[in-house]
């Protein structure tokens, strides 16, 4: 039963339960600090909660700047994790529409104000309230949230989300719920289809979503990367054309084209470079978040073209659903390497090498050994 309501204005929908769950996870103590095992609790289910028993989680960027600090914000312990994918265990009485048994996942948010209009118009990830599903405040120990590196976890049910992939492809699913939704919303915002040209520029955990989404979605696409041994794998994964950004004649045959350009690197670079691809009104949109500030634009560039420079933060939970029914409807799931747990670091490591293709997935059953 519910001991206590939680006396929080900051925590509208959380409570406090009298048998909180032991958990076994990974995390870290300190951002200088390797990931290592932990355990954590969780709390019981409450009326409109749903348990799940994690099998996989997907390990995204993000995850490595936040148990390093690199962004600066994160509390300890941290448990990174937010590419969730697993089953229902339980659930409350209230919860009508998942029961135990269900596949499901769990993306970056789980929770939100629930009230203004970002969250009325199903736009939860730009809400100024919105709870990540790590390193954002909660009302239960250790005071704020931990992710899916873990067996299990305890979400409130508008915030669970129902793949319908066939079981076996259930580890590949799991990075659409960052990988996949931060690529996706981009593209329907700027209404990526038949007709239209569109650029996406890396080739990795983000990218190659980019690529087979736009692809699904009847798009031109042209991918842009660094390195010329990744031309035959762009073209595997859907893209029409490549680009070795760094060959000045293949860029500049593609100048005043492109409706959309998709930036996915997490690393700083000279943005005019692709400025100048853009045809009249074209936009780039960023979703890769480097470390230190990109190369600024010059002005003329933009305003020659009408060209914009935009961001897209992954997106909010009606349109993540929409994201996981539309790549259920096309036999999209990511590319991926299974790890357990313990291979986390050397993930962590290799990630920043580039040595993944093209995401690193747990297997959260490894958990427990």
């Known amino acids: 039963m ?3 309501a939680v006396g929080d204005e900051r925590f509208p929908h959380s409570h406090i339960k009298d048998h909180p769950m032991a958990v076994k996870a990974y995390g870290t103590h300190a951002s200088s600090n390797p990931l290592e ?23 995204c960027h993000s995850d490595l700047h936040q148990a390093r600090d690199e962004w600066g914000g994160t ?42 209009a970002e969250c009325e118009n199903g736009a939860e990830n730009y809400c100024d309230g919105m709870i990540g599903t790590y390193n954002g405040p909660a009302s239960d120990a250790p005071g704020h949230t931990l992710g899916g590196y873990s067996q299990k976890i305890v979400v409130h049910e508008r915030y669970v989300l129902r793949t319908r992939h066939p079981e076996d492809q259930l580890a590949a699913v799991a ?13 329907r915002h700027w209404k990526a289809g038949p007709g239209k040209k569109v650029g996406v520029v890396g080739i990795g955990g983000l990218g190659h979503m ?48 492109f409706d959309l350009i998709l930036n996915t690197v997490a690393a700083p670079h000279d943005l005019n470079a692709f400025l100048v691809l853009l045809k009249l009104g074209g936009t780039l949109a960023l979703v890769g978040v480097p470390p230190s500030p990109h190369t600024a634009p ?24 929409e994201m996981l029914d539309f790549c259920a409807a096309h036999g999209i799931v990511a590319d991926i390497e299974l790890i357990s747990a313990s291979g986390i670091n050397d993930a962590y490591e290799r990630m920043l090498k580039g040595d993944v293709k093209y995401r690193f997935v747990i297997d959260n059953a490894t958990l427990a050994a």
């Open 175 to 187: 990075p659409l719920l960052c990988a996949g939704i931060t690529t996706y919303s981009p593209l």
């Open 2 to 4: 519910i001991l206590s």
């Open 298 to 321: 010059q002005v003329f560039n933009l305003i020659k073209k009408r060209r914009s420079i935009a961001g897209s933060m992954i997106g909010g939970i009606p349109e993540t659903q």
């Open 37 to 59: 095992p932990m355990n954590i609790t969780r709390r019981e289910v409450g009326a409109h909660d749903v348990k799940i028993d994690i099998a996989y989680c997907g390990v």
């Open 75 to 116: 509390v300890f312990p941290c448990v990174p994790g937010h590419e969730i994918v697993g089953r229902v265990s339980a659930v409350g009485e209230h919860v009508k529409g998942f029961r135990p048994s269900d596949l499901v996942g769990v993306g970056c948010i789980v929770d939100s104000c629930r009230t203004y």
């Open 210 to 257: 980019g690529i087979k989404l736009a692809h699904a979605m009847g798009a031109h696409v042209v991918a842009f990367t660094t390195s010329e041994s990744k031309r035959e794998a762009a073209r595997a994964l859907g893209a029409d054309e490549v680009v070795v950004s760094r060959n000045q004649e293949e860029m500049a045959a593609h100048e005043k084209s």
